[in-house]
């Protein structure tokens, strides 16, 4: 099942009762949490990180709020089905911030570009010896 929507985040825990995995599609989750079209966001959010609006382009490295929903969606879909897998697709899994998010809310998969596919791989082994380190 896909997950691109916040009320599917937040149904997540009905939806996991069927679903046999969920894969959070960010770009499209992204956009309508922020309420905006990726097309005209590209015509200001460069602004916006420039001038301290923002932190960073959301649909480069994932917004905290996004980061949220996608967790509770985890929580609730998981306790509806604790095997249920889930991964991120989309450009946000090449990015290496975002993938340490990933790994921290127990994500099992991240799908990206080919081309971003090396820096993805290095950031989720990166992601998992930091918390096997960070338990000893």
């Given at each position: 099942?896909?997950?691109?929507?916040?009320?599917?985040?937040?149904?997540a825990?009905?939806?996991?009762?069927?679903?046999?995995?969920?894969?959070?599609?960010?770009?499209?989750?992204?956009?309508?949490?922020?309420?905006?079209?990726?097309?005209?966001a590209?015509?200001?959010?460069?602004?916006?990180?420039?001038?301290?609006?923002i932190?960073?382009?959301?649909?480069?490295?994932l917004?905290?709020?996004?980061?949220?929903?996608?967790?509770?969606?985890?929580?609730?879909?998981?306790?509806?089905?604790?095997?249920?897998?889930?991964?991120?697709?989309?450009?946000?899994?090449?990015?290496?911030?975002?993938i340490?998010?990933?790994?921290?809310?127990?994500?099992d998969?991240?799908?990206?570009?080919?081309?971003?596919?090396?820096?993805?791989?290095l950031?989720?082994?990166?992601?998992?010896?930091?918390?096997?380190?960070s338990?000893?």
């Open positions: 099942t896909m997950v691109e929507l916040p009320r599917a985040c937040l149904n825990g009905e939806i996991g009762q069927s679903a046999a995995f969920f894969s959070f599609g960010t770009n499209d989750l992204t956009q309508t949490t922020f309420g905006l079209s990726r097309d005209d590209g015509r200001f959010l460069g602004e916006y990180t420039d001038k301290g609006i932190q960073h382009d959301p649909f480069v490295t917004d905290s709020a996004v980061g949220e929903l996608m967790q509770i969606a985890v929580e609730r879909g998981r306790k509806a089905r604790p095997d249920l897998k889930i991964g991120i697709c989309g450009e946000h899994g090449g990015d290496p911030e975002t340490r998010f990933c790994e921290k809310i127990g994500l998969y991240v799908s990206c570009s080919p081309y971003r596919a090396p820096i993805a791989r950031a989720a082994a990166q992601a998992v010896l930091g918390r096997k380190l338990t000893r």
